[in-house]
């Protein structure tokens, strides 16, 4: 009994060191440097755990070796977060933020050629001046319907697009009047190369009845190097005020987004009466950046502008032209701007985003070149108010698409500059505006919706990442 007694314990003092050393074994694997897409995924769970606005909604990650586009995603409180995204280079990301890209220089939109068939057609919306596009002839209103000689559908549409971002050929058509409707002109053939796009598209000043009304069209929000861009925004408006204009038109179809420090020089030069300690904007964190004295009872203030044009508004009203793609920053503006003034927007129910994002990179990992722009914040103006995320329903409703062919901008004829311009001066529709076809095209997508800036408002103020870095 005693030698069983002995064996028995001899057996549980092996099993208990073996137990040890396998564990011993075991902890030093899991100390163990993590490598390639397993360290650059724990990267993007440490700051989802302390950055991401629905913090307390994160989902369950897949596997920490996973790809980082699917290891972010699968993190992701869908399908109520719209807009958080993942970039594989974050300086890409940072420059196509300030509209800089490898393109021929030309958007569109496209629609559904008839219910009849899987047919899609691009309408061109704007050229960027001086690009491979605009050296080749292509015109606002241009219709296309090959590129690469394929003729596109609703199966490749989204391939031939992408095809676009290297040397490509096009097939367009351009409406003639006398004909009423589209004719083939030359075939194109696109080379493409770097470009920085201006989002100051265009400003001019019309006078009607010694009324006179500046026009304002504005792609994106960002300050370019130096702030260049907010500085021409600024001369814009100098010249507005010394022209002593009496009504202001914003035209934000294509504006999706951007950065903040844009909306909020923007938002300045238009509030009457605003300086540095009035509010534009409330923001909102998570619960553990909330716990950080920098994240508690943030709010945006405007900025003090000798170019503001508040005081000379007549009716103290800004006039917007939206569409279903005007979001985020845009929509910063109209949502900051309705305490201060009233706000009358003529097109189309916008995109309806009030949450924002900071750039974040791995600045500890040289190896990661990936970027995340997670939803981190969500904004309020100063009365509370951040209820819009079904979009803002505009007084008048109005679709560029329903039109034969899509006018220049600045032509008083084209149909949203026309439309405001008739509010703004009490004209009433004609007859013949009355019989105006409107087609009903289905639509279909935009070359705007692969922008990175798209659906976006960029924080590029706010240091979060040495508060990251307290955990």
Known sequence: ???????????????????????????????????????????????????????EDMRRPIAITSEPEKYFESLL??????????????????????????????????????????????????????????????????MITRINGAKMTLDNYQELLRSRSEPHSISPFRFDTNADGFVAIDHMNLTTLELSENPNFMDTVFTFNNEKIGYVVYHFFAPGTNNAYDNEMDQIFGDFKSGGIDHLILDFRYNSGGFVSSAINL????????????????????????????????????????????????????????????????????????????????GDVTVGKNVGSIPLEDEDNP??????????????????????????VPNIGAREITQKWLLPFGDTNEYLLKTTLNKIL?????DEDARIQLIDRINVGSSLDSKSRFGLIIDNETDIQSVLKLK
């Open 267 to 346: 938002a300045s030069l238009i509030a009457p009466g605003v300086g540095e300690n009035d509010i534009l904007s409330k923001v909102q964190y998570n619960s553990f950046l909330s716990g950080f004295d920098d994240f508690k009872n943030v709010s945006r203030k405007f900025r003090t502008k000798s170019q503001n044009l508040g005081p000379i508004l007549k009716d103290n009203r800004l006039y917007v032209i939206t569409s279903n793609r005007t979001a985020s920053a845009s929509e910063l503006i109209v949502n900051g701007l309705k305490p201060y003034m009233d706000i009358f927007m003529v």
């Open 367 to 392: 190896d990661n070149n990936y970027g995340i722009l997670p939803i981190v914040f969500r904004d309020a103006n100063k009365n509370g108010e951040s209820d819009f995320a079904n979009g803002f």
């Open 1 to 55: 009994m005693k030698r069983s007694l002995k064996s028995l314990f001899s057996f549980l003092s092996v099993s208990l060191l073996f137990l040890l050393s396998f564990s011993s074994c075991k902890d030093k694997e899991e100390v163990l440097p993590l490598e390639g897409d397993a360290k650059i995924n724990t990267w993007i769970k440490e700051v989802m755990d302390q950055a991401y606005f629905w913090l």
């Open 77 to 142: 409180f869908r399908p109520t977060d719209r807009f958080s995204v993942i970039y594989p280079d974050y300086q890409e990301l940072l420059k196509s933020l300030q509209g800089v890209s490898k393109e021929a220089g030309y958007e569109i939109l496209l629609a559904r050629e008839s219910n009849q068939n899987n047919n899609v057609v691009a309408f061109v919306t704007y050229i960027k001046k001086g690009s491979p596009a605009d050296l080749a002839g292509l015109k606002r209103g241009d």
């Open 426 to 430: 009490g004209i009433t529709p004609t």
